[in-house]
């Protein structure tokens, strides 16, 4: 049967009805799509909860309470904060001074 890949449009025949893309390279792409690229909710605590545990996030500073057991924080309050302190920033290249004549 002949199926349209959905990361590359092309057509590809297929004999089993799982196969949903038309090589790994695009099923790769089209799960790195859905699964990375969406913002991961961040649990939020609400008065009433009970806390497991709390710790201060490493990057912004903000205290953090974890009450599910799911929650897996322990030194950032959020994947984005975690991006950035791990990204260490580029030193900026000292422009040579033009001497002006
Ligand atoms: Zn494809
Ligand atoms: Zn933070």
Do not use: A
Not at 15 to 27: A, H
Not at 66 to 94: A, G, M, N, Q
Request: charged share 35%; net charge positive.
């Amino acid at each position: 049967m002949k199926k349209v890949c959905p990361v590359c449009h092309k057509v590809f025949e297929t004999s089993g009805n799982y196969q949903l893309y038309c090589s790994v390279r695009c099923r790769k792409i089209h799960h790195k799509e859905v699964y990375y690229d969406r913002t991961r909710p961040i649990p939020q605590y609400v008065v009433g909860d009970k806390v497991l545990r709390e710790f201060r996030c490493n990057k912004c500073h903000k205290l953090v309470l974890v009450t599910s057991e799911k929650d897996r924080r322990r030194k950032f309050c959020s994947p984005h904060c975690e991006k950035l302190y791990w990204k260490h920033p580029r030193k900026p290249k000292i422009e040579e001074k033009q001497e002006v004549v």
